[in-house]
């Protein structure tokens, strides 16, 4: 009697292997790596320009990315989900930065953490059914994320604009850089309120997006 044996399927594995690697391994993600890093250091010294610039510099950089995936055909749930997550910890340590410094209103600072954990669960439940819209972010969620970043530049530009000022020995300098100070902050502030607004708007959405998915998952055990 032949005995039959089967092999290990070592080839699907290895074909996932090197399927998550080149997920892993593109340009994109270099890019949204870069982006982090720039916030990261440019960040902790906020108050100078070279500082604002490498924040700055970090957040064009995640703007870029998502664009280069599409046209480079390098888009992935994987890829997506390092974007976010890097882009989440670029917000959280700025956010963090001027709430010590006491640069940016500590309300929106807070309302944008609330925001973002209510946000990050909602996805994490809807993403358990492993559609691809439930790990998608809204058009409400992308525009509140650019206005809460452009109120976030706009607070920290206003301080170096504000240094600027103090740090001027002509007093002909001083004034100029005092009102743009003031429109950069204004400009803070609009961005803020439409920031956080669009945010209650998205959270909404991805609440909602959550408890239909929930729904879907528990009729098969109900019937």
Not at 132 to 148: D, H, I, V
């Amino acid at each position: 009697m032949e005995h039959m044996t089967t092999q290990p399927p070592i080839q699907p594995i290895a074909s996932a292997e090197q399927s998550l690697v080149r997920d892993i391994a593109t340009i994109p993600n270099a890019i949204s790596a870069l982006g982090a890093l720039l916030v990261w250091h440019g960040s902790n010294h906020l108050d100078t320009g070279w500082g604002f610039s490498s924040t700055l510099a970090g957040r064009v950089a995640d703007l870029l990315d998502g664009q280069i995936a599409r046209k480079t055909g390098q888009t992935s749930d994987l890829g997506a989900a390092v974007d976010a997550t890097l882009d989440k910890l670029a917000v959280t340590k700025i956010g963090r930065e001027l709430y010590d410094r006491d640069i940016a209103p500590k309300w929106f600072l807070k309302a944008m953490g609330a925001l973002a954990v209510t946000n990050s669960l909602a996805t994490a439940l809807a993403a358990q059914q492993l559609t691809e819209t439930s790990q998608r972010p809204t058009t409400s969620g992308k525009l509140a994320m650019a206005s809460q970043n452009l109120a976030l530049l706009s607070y920290a530009g206003s301080r170096l604009l504000t240094k600027h000022a103090v740090q001027s020995e002509r007093e002909s300098s001083q004034e100029p850089a005092r009102r743009s100070a003031k429109v950069v902050r204004g400009l803070g502030h609009t961005a803020a309120f439409l920031g956080i607004g669009l945010g209650v708007k998205a959270a909404g959405s991805y609440i909602t997006r959550a408890v239909r998915a929930r729904s879907r998952s528990s009729r098969p055990a109900q019937e």
